[in-house]
Nanobody, 125 residues
């Protein structure tokens, strides 16, 4: 199974982007999915995650600005990002983790998850 993240790009501060994460196989029915990001010189961190039954977990910086959604039937997850700031500049990745797990546990970056290639988001004027 492969994950493919897309939708990144250059956006001005205050702008919006919608990222997509598509899985090549039918895994969303029993996998939690998370969005993560890694800025230059920083560790990878969770942005938002959701289990297959809809439990969500957002990083504090994402609450109120970012919205995670997933379409299990299409094996696709989305991250709607609004009110973007220069500090949001990073490579964004999606990852899937076999359940059982929790949305809270998705805050732990785990290399054994299935990871997609990242998509670069640059917030700059």
């Amino acid at each position: 199974v492969q994950l493919q993240a897309s939708g990144g790009g250059l956006v001005q501060p205050g702008g919006s982007l919608r990222l997509s994460c598509a899985a090549s196989g039918n895994i969303f029915s029993d996998h939690a999915v998370g969005w993560y990001r890694q800025a230059p010189g920083k560790q990878r961190e969770m942005v938002a995650a959701a289990t297959s039954d809809g439990m969500t977990n957002y990083a504090s910086f994402a609450k109120g600005r970012f919205t995670f959604s997933r379409d299990n039937a299409k094996n696709t997850a989305y991250l709607q990002m609004n009110s973007l700031k220069p500090d949001d500049t990073a490579v964004y990745y999606c990852a899937a983790r076999q359940e059982p797990t929790t949305a809270t546990a998705m805050a732990i970056v785990w290399e054994r998850d299935t990871w997609g290639h990242g998509t670069l988001v640059t917030v700059s004027s």
